[in-house]
């Protein structure tokens, strides 16, 4: 019989079963341990509520058992060790309570490459790959050597992606929560060699310097959207979501007079936003006197990310 064990569990009760090698001790064991796809789909089962739940419990239980979800597929008849079930009900309790799947597992993948995230952070989201996708395109015209910031960073999304892709520029990154702080710390070793540099601040109120481009992935749902997503358990954090005022703009109302004080005078601002914000978000640009004002869509070819060119002579 094969048992998926919990790494370095010798303690297992799979184990002593193992040694006595008595065929109705091991055919007891099996009616007794759970293999892959029951635990699949007790998992299923429990998480009826969910939007995904064939894909939130392949995710766990492949976590669980320290696999990826493609081997854990091809080994649907094994059984599972009694330490990986309890870890495995435990997670599913957590998603059930409203935690991402990306908590649980403690990372999420963006760009091709892995953010550690956990509770009190906003997980990096496909949304945002538009962003990335401009601001490459933006750093392109500057050419190396040029500096970047991106306020309201969280775990690094925003930063530490375009860092390791561009690694000639100089990127700085800041936000006002003391736990994001914590995890794009992490990430910053993880994925860019701690080469960005990070200020606790409230949107750019204690960063230094001038940047010849601006990103930000600010809060910007409304708050009845908010709201809407707390009656769904959703656990993400309002200062990472809670755009504020009745419009959920108010933290880009106040970021938008900040980016034009610390760009360059040929500086350039990239926000992402959401689709029903975005007219108001480029009138906002336009009146800070913004120039070359445009949009782009995301993946799901809905407009998402503005962006704003200083253009001073
Ligand atoms: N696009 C995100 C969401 O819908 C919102 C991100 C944000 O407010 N910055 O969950």
Known sequence: MHTIRAAGNFQSCNLVLDKIDGLKLRRLAKLILMTV?????????????????????????????????????????ESLDNTIVKEYRLSVKRRISGEPVAWIIGRKEFWGRDFSVGPGVLCPRPDTEALIEAALKTMDEYGSKARLHDCCCGPGTLALTLAAEQPGWSISASDISSIAEQYFERNNQSISNGNVKYFRSNLLENVPGQFEIIVSNPPYLTPAEFSQRKKL?????????????????????????????????????????????????????????????????????????????????
């Open 233 to 313: 358990k959703w656990k993400e954090p309002a200062l990472a979501l809670d755009g504020g005022d009745h419009d959920g703009l108010n933290v880009i109302r106040r970021l938008i007079p900040y980016a034009w004080a610390k760009t360059t005078k040929n500086g350039t601002l990239l926000l992402e936003t959401s689709p029903t914000q975005m007219h108001e978000v480029l009138r906002l640009l336009s009146d800070a006197g913004f120039k070359n004002i445009q949009y782009r869509d995301d993946l799901g070819g809905i407009p998402r990310v503005a962006i704003a060119k200083k253009e001073l002579a």
């Open 37 to 77: 796809r029951e635990a699949l789909a007790e998992g299923r089962f429990a998480m009826k509520g969910s939007h995904t739940p064939e894909l939130d419990t392949a995710l766990l239980l492949a976590n669980a058992c320290k696999l990826d979800r493609e081997h854990l597929y091809m080994r649907l008849s």
